[in-house]
């Protein structure tokens, strides 16, 4: 079993729709969360971290679930530039620093 | 934009040949990434470094070795390069408990 798994999509919808993208880790001693935007050929560039308490920025709004062991990415009112593909990233603040990728969920917003 | 660059940006190489990429960095962060990026992947891990001369191995280490001589620079070596090395090379620096960030990639193509 991989350590971050993420439904690869791809997320077909509509501009202005709301879509949410969700990502299991499996390592329960991880600590730092990431949501990362990846657009085609580019490198990979950090869209929020996510934090414990949930956190909002904009359009998009982060949530961690410990207990079930997801965080999730919620986009409202999707314009066409967010058309991209979303990483999640899973890390240990202790120990060996591992920051892990899950495969990325691919969406496209559709005019 | 993080002091992270990258080389070479391409490279055509042939197989059974070594090949090194360099990652330079202008930030002193403490930790250095190499992932490797292919169709259906995502970003995954080879080796990283959490401070000069340590290094550990990622998920997809065999046939990759890693230096870190001084802080800034991170080296990965194809000691023999295979067809199967043919991706996207990413290198990413963090420091600690806090994001990282990618170079541009380097785009290696093993004929």
């Known amino acids: 079993r991989k350590e971050v798994e993420q439904d690869p999509g791809p997320f077909n919808v509509p501009e202005g729709a709301t879509v949410a993208f969700n990502c299991t880790y499996s390592n329960s001693a991880s600590q730092s969360f990431f949501w990362y935007r990846q657009d085609c050929r580019k490198e990979p560039k950090l869209l929020m971290s996510?934090?414990?308490s949930g956190n909002e920025d904009g359009r998009f709004t982060a949530q961690l679930n410990r207990a079930s062991q997801y965080i999730s990415l919620l986009i409202r009112d999707s314009k066409l530039s967010d058309s991209a593909t979303y990483l999640c990233?899973?890390?240990?603040?202790?120990?060996?620093?591992?920051?892990?990728f899950g495969t990325g969920t691919r969406l496209k917003v559709l005019a | 934009d993080a002091g992270i660059t990258q080389s070479p940006r391409h490279k055509v190489t042939e197989t059974g040949t070594p090949v090194t990429l360099r990652c330079h960095q202008t930030e002193n962060h403490r930790y250095m990434y190499w992932y490797r990026q292919d169709p259906g992947h995502g970003l995954r891990l080879i080796h990283y470094?959490?401070?000069?001369?340590?290094?550990d191995k990622g998920e997809v280490s065999d046939g990759y070795s890693v230096s870190r001589s001084k802080t800034e620079d991170f080296l990965l070596t194809l000691e023999s390069a295979t067809s199967s090395q043919t991706s996207v090379y990413f290198c990413a620096i963090r420091d600690r408990n806090t994001e990282a960030f990618f170079g541009q990639g380097t785009r290696l193509t093993v004929v």
């Open positions: 996510v934090y414990s």
């Open positions: 470094s959490y401070g000069v001369k340590d290094t």
């Open positions: 990233v899973v890390s240990a603040t202790s120990g060996t620093y591992k920051y892990i």
